[in-house]
């Protein structure tokens, strides 16, 4: 992967620093994690603050790993400041939606950086959608095929409510890596017009879902 920038270093540091904070100290934990009724109180910074705390170690280590195999990816094509724009804008995207979705569940809390992980693997599939990734790390199929999947998938977990997984934070960053890579490199609407037109697919069908009342 040659060297990784010290820009992601940087960010999975503040992750792992903020989390361990959050894991030993309790009132810091609930002060910065996304819960609805604070933030309909005005307590915004939590859409930022709660993408750098973690529920535990796994969570964490889960999180930044898959952001070490995919940043590189993106500061290859994008540069730094590209980034770091996929990536707080996946952030800030991924709970913004999750917002929307739970605007009305006063308790609902959440933590975690998928929003802006999965932000970053949706820009370097954009970007590279010819890689192979590898299903539960074991079955290699294209990125975009996995891209779409996903997406599927988190809309049917959406509606199942199965677990306790934020899988409309994780849809919401994949939303924003996918906008602000097209915003940020255009070209690939030239060089990657199916893959890019394939991985609209699902996102249309959340939002006629939810239009219809289906979730």
Known sequence: MGGIDLVIIAV????VLMSFKGFNDFQFFNKYKFEVSSIKAGDKIRILSSGFLHVDTTHLFVNMLT???FA???TSFLGTTGFLLVYFGSLIIGNL???YFHKDEYAYTAV???GAVVGVLYAAIL???DMMLGLFFIIPMPAYVFGIGYLFYSIWAM???RDNVGHDAH???AMGGYFITLLLSPWVLKEHLLMVILLAVPILVLFVLQKMGKL
């Open 127 to 129: 970007l590279q959608p």
């Open 159 to 161: 509606k199942a409510r």
């Open 171 to 173: 849809f919401g960053g």
């Open 67 to 69: 952001l070490y195999f």
């Open 112 to 114: 975690g950086a998928s």
């Open 72 to 74: 590189s990816s993106v």
């Open 12 to 15: 999975i540091a503040a992750n």
């Open 97 to 99: 939606l999750s917002f």
